[in-house]
């Protein structure tokens, strides 16, 4: 039997393969930062393993105590809803397996810092917050706790030191990229940068890519993807949930 608890990183999936390879380079890159710490990956959807087949394959290997991390910016719908579903499917069918649910990403000063790193690397410089307007693109959602999450979390990168940041959304939710680009042009700012805040390549991503392109934006950061600010962070949200008193229990069987 496994003393330590695994960590079990639980991305959504798509159809688009980038995502999953960004997804798999993010694990890579927080098991090279904890050698000692077993880092698994399952997906809600789209791709494999699931979350009850990296479970079983973890519980055939020893493991007893398992750390889930949604790998989620927000605690939207499938935080609330499809990953406890999943987990509980799993721990009714797998007796002495011990489930800790870990926390969402955000909010964290380190997806700030993922997110200035990809404008820089889009070309952006310090001495550029003072004239550039952002905005703040998320894959969107119909629930009101993670769209004021992304309100939130725009307005404290306002605070960094860029003249504006403003929340978009690729679906769900108002204004998308393109509105939220030219509104800020009317508004006076002669740059303005979009900085997807979603994890991997996909439909939505994309979508967030065309309306930057469609409304002139000067810079489009690329995704947060495999960021080392988002590897220390996963660890982070590991280290929360397995040294919690009590710990977050999900379930056990």
Known sequence: MSPAPALLVIAHGSRDPRHAATVHGLVARARTLRPGLRVETAFLDFNTPSVGQALSSLYLSGVREVVALPLLLTRAFHAK???????????????????????????????????????????????????TAVVLASAGSTDPEAIAAIAETAREWRHTGWCAVRPAFASAALPCTEDAVRALRAEGFARVAVAPYVIAPGRLPDRIAAGAEAAGADVLADVLGAAPELARLLLRRFDAAATAPGGRRALTA
């Open 81 to 131: 809803s499809d990953v406890p579903a999943a987990l509980a499917e799993s721990t009714a069918r797998l007796p002495g397996l011990s489930v800790r649910v870990a926390g969402v990403l955000g909010p964290s000063p380190l997806l700030l810092s993922a997110l200035d790193r990809r404008l820089a690397e889009a070309g952006l410089t310090p001495a550029d917050r003072a004239t």
